[in-house]
Nanobody
């Protein structure tokens, strides 16, 4: 089992940047595919980005391509999401996710473990 704790959320103006971190417990972090999802008020949780267990493959939602970058540091058991050129529509609670068996997370059904979420608010 793995426990996930997000940090790095906050309030930022449109056009600004934030970096989210997700600290994972356990010695098997490097064997999990990881990802980020987000959920805005009144909306369903949606996929944002994913990275394979070795970090060789990544995937992004169309809405964040070219602005967000997902990465992982297995030595630190930490997942990151660098968010640049933020827009008000990026405002949401961002969740870290882990999959034990999927090569690359694509949907919520692929996720075995969730973090508690971190709020990102982008003002216009």
């Amino acid at each position: 089992q793995v426990q996930l704790v997000e940090s790095g959320g906050g309030l930022v103006q449109a056009g600004g940047s934030l970096r989210l971190s997700c600290a994972a417990s356990g010695r098997t972090f490097s064997s999990y595919a990881m990802g980020w999802f987000r959920q805005a008020p009144g909306q369903e949780r949606e996929f944002v980005a994913a990275i394979s267990w070795r970090g060789g493959s990544t995937d992004y939602a169309d809405s964040v391509k070219g602005r967000f970058t997902i990465s992982r540091d297995s030595a630190k058991n930490t997942l990151y999401l660098q968010m640049n050129s933020l827009k008000p529509e990026d405002t949401a609670v961002y969740y870290c996710a882990a999959s034990r068996y999927k090569a690359l997370i694509a949907t919520m059904l692929d996720v075995d473990y969730w973090g508690q979420g971190t709020q990102v608010t982008v003002s216009s």
